[in-house]
C-alpha cells in the first residue's frame, strides 16, 4: 500500500480505500517490538472507533480500533503467526484486517497523509 493514498486516525490506525487495515509506521515504531496480534473475529460487526483487535510488543498491549464503522470481513492471519511482519511492513505484509464499510464516504473523513504527518508532528497524540 502506498502510505500517501491511505487515511488515518488519531489513535494511529491507517484504512485503504478497499478497506484493509493497519497501525501507522510511526504507531509501530512507538510500540516497538510487535510480539502478539490478536485480530478481531470476521463478521463482528464494529463501530467507528470501536476497540477491535489487540497488538502486544514487548513494552505492553495496545487496543487497535476500528477507523470507520462496519462489519470484519477478514484477517490478517500471517500477522498473527508472525506478528513481527507488523514492525518490518506495516503498509503491506503487517495490515491487521479489512473491514466491509457500512458508509465508503466515512473513510474520507479521516486524516490524508499530509494531515496525519503534521499531527504526528504536533506530538497531539
Not at 498491549?61 to 506478528?83: C, H, Q, S
Request: charged share 25%; glycine share 4%.
Amino acid at each position: 500500500m502506498d502510505p500517501k493514498t491511505l487515511r488515518y486516525t488519531k489513535s494511529h490506525e491507517w484504512i485503504a480505500a478497499d478497506g484493509t487495515v493497519g497501525i501507522s509506521d510511526h504507531a509501530q515504531h512507538e510500540i516497538t517490538d510487535v510480539v502478539f496480534v490478536e485480530p478481531p473475529k470476521t463478521g463482528r460487526a464494529v463501530k467507528a472507533e470501536e476497540a477491535c483487535a489487540v497488538v502486544e510488543s514487548v513494552k505492553a498491549a495496545f487496543d487497535i480500533y476500528a477507523p470507520v464503522a462496519g462489519t470484519i470481513a477478514a484477517v490478517n492471519d500471517e500477522a498473527a503467526k508472525n506478528p513481527a511482519i507488523v514492525n518490518q511492513s506495516p503498509y503491506d505484509k503487517g495490515w491487521l484486517f479489512k473491514i466491509q464499510m457500512a458508509a465508503p464516504t466515512d473513510r474520507e473523513k479521516l486524516m490524508t497523509a499530509d494531515q496525519y504527518a503534521a499531527f504526528v508532528k504536533t506530538g497531539a497524540h
